[in-house]
């Protein structure tokens, strides 16, 4: 399906990818990882073209879609479902040439195609889509122009699922979703049939959606085959193992160097002195992969008051005396809560949260807090609050005007900006450097409750980590709204759900709710969803008997190059044995032989490999 061949890409000067590889095949559900910043969109720009490589080359098999969410749906006075059924070019085109064609055999063309396109249930499968992303059938009939734009990326969203690409680029499409959103998502790419490339920081959503993951390190890609989970241990396994071999290679070379200059002035041991010096030379150190290191969050912990904190008595919430969003709301919340609340978006979990904060006043009722109770709340649109021609120390120092500049420097240095980050703008850094900026700030008083919503849209996998840490440290009481399942399951001890007007306490885990929803909530999707149109597994059968003699000697050539690699460690390792060079200078230089007709010997079967693959995706293209 994609070929990515040896590319290079640099952007003012910094390169992304340098001999970057990897290959992805029909079906495979691909979770695309790496750190902010590292280049994941701008490869899905050069596999659609937008950008070039400088060097290597991107090869999507001939006649294949490709499709992905580059910006949110147009506020036009188009209704939702008629932007989605929009979306699949083809059914338009047909549906406008149907209504001006007048040759008989054309007409019955493009109505043979309407059909074998499943065009008749179009608006029912871009109608339940729409639904699993939380329009129902009356918002699905509104005018685009009335929604945000975070809802019209919904529906940009379901325009994509809608026209079912057979290659989907999904960069971090979870950040515009509520949880319930990010559930049905995940049950929708568990079926869809063709191929897709998913960035995401969620761990959960990777481990449930992914076949395979891709990643994006030190300016390489790599392919490994299960979800992320399986990828972190292999990873982990590789470092320990390079980690292993290093320390002898590093104990070989001091052992080797002391018999260097202990005898290289001997002349009775002149010879061996100079072979050893030789042999060092000679020595290929292992590449460490390096431990790249998520600056820790850090909430300082609070006096503790006695419980309740905040109490909630027959309140009702809202922003019309007439229309309250919540009714008759009796809560409490105690100095060392982890709640999590859930619920769809639009019924209410934000209303609630502003409410705790004192930010929204009850229309009724009472909403009762601690006298000295001190509140830190964290919501995506105070972003925006921060001053962008300022640096983070510039908000330490506006948060503490008697601080001294070695104060106001560790402060900073606390909530992660040290001194390469400390002074730059503010509109400069990345979102997450935003977040952990605003985050800082807001809790380095030390607050007793801790309110965030949804808090992950800018982290990387490893700051989300860091964050969950963080807030099981922290002694105060949080309460977190997230569509980010594993955040929630690792922090949270009780949860809430909002949903009917009504907030109550939700007897089940996340795992229970995810059930809920799926079973219940959203209509889970199936393969009417999902375009009917011919795909490459219609003719696979035929595919498989015209490439079989290709792919079997690609196959050939890669058992061999596998076995070849397998031997390798094994040389590696008696050449690493402690005091070889001593004992047995002729078995060492054996080895050295042999290692060097093996290294000669991978090239050769991996340059065969490498044909063997080109002969077969030339066929496949060909087909």
Known sequence: ?????????????????????????????????????????????????????????????????????NQEAPASSDSLIDIVLGADAERAALL????????????????????????????????????????????????????????????????????????????????????EGAIWLESFLKRYPYTAIIVSHDRDFLNRTATHILALENRKLSVSAGD????????????????????????????????????RAKASKAKQAQSRIKALEKMQLVAIPPEERTTPFRFKNPEPLAPPIVRLADADLGYEVAKPVLRKVNLRIDHDDRIAILGPNGEGKSTLVKAISGRLAPLSGDVIRSRRLEIAYFAQ?????????????????????????????????????????ADVLVERLSGGEKARLLLGLITSAGPHLIILDEPTNHLDMDSREALSEALNDYAGAVVLITHDAHLAESVAERLWLVKGGSVSPFDGDIEDYRSLVLNAGRPEPDRTEIDARPSPRQTAAQLREALAPLKKEAEAMEAR??????????????????????????RATKLHRERAALTAAIAEAEEKWLAALDALERARTEV
């Not at 000067?13 to 994941?40: M, Y």
């Not at 940009?156 to 515009?176: I, K, S």
């Not at 008697?402 to 001194?419: I, V």
């Not at 190059?561 to 002729?586: F, K, Q, T």
């Open 228 to 263: 992320f989970d399986a990828y972190e241990k292999k990873r982990a396994e590789a470092r320990a193992l390079a980690l292993s071999f290093r320390a002898r290679q590093d104990a070989q070379r001091r052992h080797m160097q002391a018999f260097i200059d202990r005898f």
């Open 561 to 586: 190059l596998d076995e070849l690699n397998a031997i390798l460690p094994r040389l590696d390792a008696a050449l690493a044995e402690p005091g070889l060079y001593e004992r047995n200078i002729s």
């Open 1 to 69: 399906m994609l070929l990515i061949n040896d590319i290079t890409f640099r952007i003012e000067g910094r390169a992304l990818f340098e001999g970057a590889s990897a290959a992805i095949s029909d079906g495979w559900k691909t979770g695309f990882v790496g750190r902010n910043g590292s280049g994941k969109s701008t490869l899905f720009k050069l596999i659609r073209g937008d950008l070039h490589p400088d060097a290597g080359g991107i090869a999507v098999r001939k006649g294949r879609r490709i499709g992905g969410v």
């Open 381 to 421: 649109h105070q972003l925006d609050e921060l001053r962008p021609r300022e640096t983070p120390l510039d908000h330490v120092r506006r948060l503490m005007p008697e601080a001294s500049e070695a104060q106001a420097r560790s402060a900073a240095a606390n909530m992660g900006f040290g001194a390469e980050t």
């Open 96 to 179: 406008a040439e149907a209504e001006t064609a007048d040759d008989p055999q054309r007409i019955a063309e493009i109505h043979m195609r309407l059909a074998d396109i499943s065009a008749h249930s179009a608006e029912a499968r871009a109608a339940s889509i729409l639904a699993g992303l939380g329009f129902d059938a009356a918002a699905q009939r509104r005018a685009a122009a009335e929604f945000s734009g975070g809802w019209r990326m919904r529906v940009a969203l379901a325009g994509v699922l809608f026209a079912a690409p057979d290659l989907l680029l999904l960069d971090e499409p979870t950040n515009y979703l509520d949880l």
